[in-house]
């Protein structure tokens, strides 16, 4: 497996596990690397747009679906706390668990809570909606407002 | 990328910020997306679709036109 596979999976694997994103140090020690070459595999990762950086340039901010900080979208699985990027990620957290899950999160308009189950086979019955403002072309320009 | 109660809200919504409409998406839509993107994600093999498999997940949702085209210029 190459060195960009085994952080992608560290860091992935790290947020399946805790809902929490790992620092560069436990990455780094994880596959018995030092911190500046994890930050090089970063954006090499992020270029592959699977990962993206905070302003600092080495905490994870997202490693699609999962968010590296609190956001207005929570999905709890098997009693982790997990965080998604945006309504998209939120439902996708399960799909990717390949586990049941409850969204919490709310209607952007008028602030009702959203309790969505999702199970193996995907949301139960809602008329609940999604809409996207950012076309596809142009989801990776600014992916945090996206 | 925002969860709506209702055509409604999202329509309120857009006229309290001046943005614009864009085409909705059930939950079940969601939910096809969702699987096609992610499902794979925790593996060694996984990657992000490429544009043309995107625009097949997108028509095969029937999701289609220039909005879900990811490499369409018609929005600037």
């Known amino acids: 497996m190459d060195f960009d ?3 992608k999976l560290v860091v992935y694997r790290q947020f399946a596990k805790t809902g929490q994103r790992p620092s ?5 020690a994880r596959v018995g690397s030092d911190v500046e070459s994890v930050l090089d595999a970063y ?13 600092d340039g080495s905490s994870i901010r ?3 679906p999962f968010s590296g900080v609190p956001t207005q979208h929570a999905v709890i699985v098997d009693g982790t706390q997990y965080f998604a990027n945006c309504a998209w990620d939120a439902v996708a957290i399960p799909a990717a668990l390949h586990r049941s899950g409850i969204v919490y999160s709310r209607c952007e308009q008028s602030g009702e809570p959203l309790h969505l189950g999702v199970g193996l086979e995907g949301p139960e019955p809602s008329t609940w909606i999604f809409h996207c403002l950012v076309p596809a072309a142009k989801w990776w320009d600014d992916i945090v407002f996206t | 990328m925002l969860f709506f109660r209702s055509e409604e809200q ?3 919504w857009c006229a309290a910020y001046d943005q614009p409409l864009r085409p909705l998406v059930t939950l079940d839509q969601l939910w096809g997306l969702a699987t096609t993107w992610y499902s794979t994600r925790l593996q060694e093999d ?8 995107m625009r097949e997940i997108f ?3 029937g999701l289609e036109g220039d909005f879900w085209d990811p490499t369409s210029d018609s929005f600037g």
């Open chain 2, 59 to 61: 028509a095969g949702l």
């Open chain 2, 46 to 53: 996984s990657r992000r679709p490429k544009p043309d498999e």
């Open chain 1, 62 to 64: 997202m490693a699609p």
């Open chain 1, 24 to 28: 560069t140090e436990s990455v780094a």
């Open chain 1, 5 to 7: 596979t085994q952080i």
């Open chain 2, 10 to 12: 999202v329509r309120d």
């Open chain 1, 43 to 55: 954006l090499r990762l992020r270029s592959q747009r699977v990962l993206s950086l905070e302003a």
